[in-house]
């Protein structure tokens, strides 16, 4: 984990739902204590996760309550979040509706402030 997961993740972590939509919270096996799991077959979100390898400047996001997400499709389809502190994603199992991305928005977005310009560069020397 980096320094910026453990100064966030906890926040974000301890604001998560114990459902999601239908969906009741479940044990979570992880080497990261920043994972969470809802239903089964499970949605599982995973905070400060490492920058997505296929994530460009260019790269199409999708606005989502007020956080930007990268998506990925594949077997599962996997959001990324950006603009945060700190990279957090949510893998969707192949079938299901996007949903508990939106309800999941609404957390990281209260509770994970955006990074501003400011915050991305250094400070001046005096």
């Given amino acids: 984990m980096t320094p910026d997961a453990d100064r966030l993740c906890?926040?974000?972590m301890g604001?998560?739902?114990l459902a999601l939509a239908d969906s009741p919270a479940r044990p979570v096996r992880s080497?990261?204590?920043?994972?969470?799991?809802w239903g089964d077959p499970p949605?599982?979100?995973r905070c400060g996760v490492?920058?997505?390898a296929a994530l460009a400047a260019d790269s199409s996001l999708l606005l989502v309550n007020g956080v930007d997400w990268f998506v990925e499709p594949g077997s599962d389809t996997v959001w990324t979040s950006v603009g945060r502190g700190v990279y957090v994603d949510v893998r969707v199992p192949s079938g299901q509706a996007a949903g508990p991305v939106?309800?999941?928005s609404a957390v990281i977005d209260e509770r994970l402030p955006?990074?501003?310009a400011s915050d991305a560069s250094?400070?001046?020397s005096r």
């Fill in 10 to 12: 906890p926040t974000l």
């Fill in 15 to 17: 604001g998560l739902p």
């Fill in 31 to 37: 080497a990261s204590a920043y994972a969470a799991a």
């Fill in 43 to 45: 949605i599982v979100l």
């Fill in 50 to 52: 490492p920058r997505p």
């Fill in 102 to 104: 939106a309800l999941l």
């Fill in 114 to 116: 955006p990074i501003t």
């Fill in 122 to 124: 250094p400070a001046p």
